[in-house]
C-alpha cells in the first residue's frame, strides 16, 4: 500500500494527495490509511498555518474500499457508525465548513481521532 503527500506551492491548496490503493484491502487497512490521511492534514495545518483544500472520497481509502464510485456509502463503516452517507456526522463535515486555520485543525484532529475510534470488519 502506498500513500504519500506532496507539498505544493503554498499559495495553492497546499498538499496533493496521491494514492495507490490495492484493489482488495481489509477494512482495518483502509482506516489505517485514512488515519494517516488526517494525520498528515493536520500536520500540514499546523506547520503550514493553512488549509488543504482537496480532501474528498478520491483520496479516501476508506472511500475507495466500499466502492463510493459506485456510492456505495452503505458498505462503509463510517455509514454504519454514523447511519447517514458521504461522512454526515463525523468531523469530517466540521473541517469542510472550517472558515479559518484553527477551526480546521481542530475538525482534522477530530477527524483523526473519530477514525481511530472506528470499528473495522
Same mark, same amino acid.
Given at each position: 500500500?502506498?500513500f504519500?503527500? $506532496?507539498?505544493?506551492?503554498?499559495? &495553492?491548496?497546499? +498538499?496533493?494527495?496521491?494514492?495507490?490503493?490495492?484493489?482488495r484491502?481489509?477494512?482495518?487497512?483502509? *482506516?489505517?490509511?485514512?488515519?494517516?490521511?488526517? $494525520?498528515?492534514?493536520a500536520?500540514?495545518?499546523k506547520k $503550514?498555518?493553512?488549509?488543504?483544500?482537496d480532501?474528498?472520497?478520491?483520496?479516501?481509502a476508506?472511500? &475507495?474500499?466500499?466502492?463510493?464510485?459506485?456510492? #456505495?456509502?452503505?458498505?462503509?463503516?463510517?455509514y454504519?457508525?454514523?447511519g *447517514? #452517507?458521504?461522512?454526515?456526522?463525523?468531523?469530517? +463535515?466540521?473541517y469542510? #465548513?472550517?472558515? #479559518?486555520?484553527?477551526a480546521?485543525?481542530?475538525?482534522? *484532529?477530530?477527524?483523526?481521532?473519530?477514525?481511530?475510534?472506528? $470499528?473495522?470488519?
Amino acid at each position: 500500500m502506498k500513500f504519500w503527500v $506532496e507539498v505544493v506551492a503554498e499559495e &495553492e491548496m497546499g +498538499i496533493l494527495f496521491h494514492d495507490d490503493f490495492p484493489k482488495r484491502m481489509s477494512w482495518k487497512q483502509a *482506516r489505517e490509511l485514512s488515519v494517516k490521511k488526517w $494525520e498528515t492534514i493536520a500536520e500540514f495545518i499546523k506547520k $503550514e498555518k493553512l488549509i488543504v483544500g482537496d480532501v474528498d472520497a478520491a483520496s479516501c481509502a476508506l472511500c &475507495e474500499n466500499a466502492g463510493i464510485s459506485l456510492n #456505495d456509502c452503505d458498505f462503509c463503516p463510517v455509514y454504519k457508525k454514523t447511519g *447517514r #452517507d458521504m461522512c454526515c456526522g463525523t468531523p469530517f +463535515i466540521k473541517y469542510m #465548513d472550517a472558515g #479559518d486555520v484553527p477551526a480546521a485543525l481542530k475538525a482534522a *484532529r477530530a477527524e483523526v481521532k473519530f477514525l481511530k475510534k472506528l $470499528e473495522v470488519g
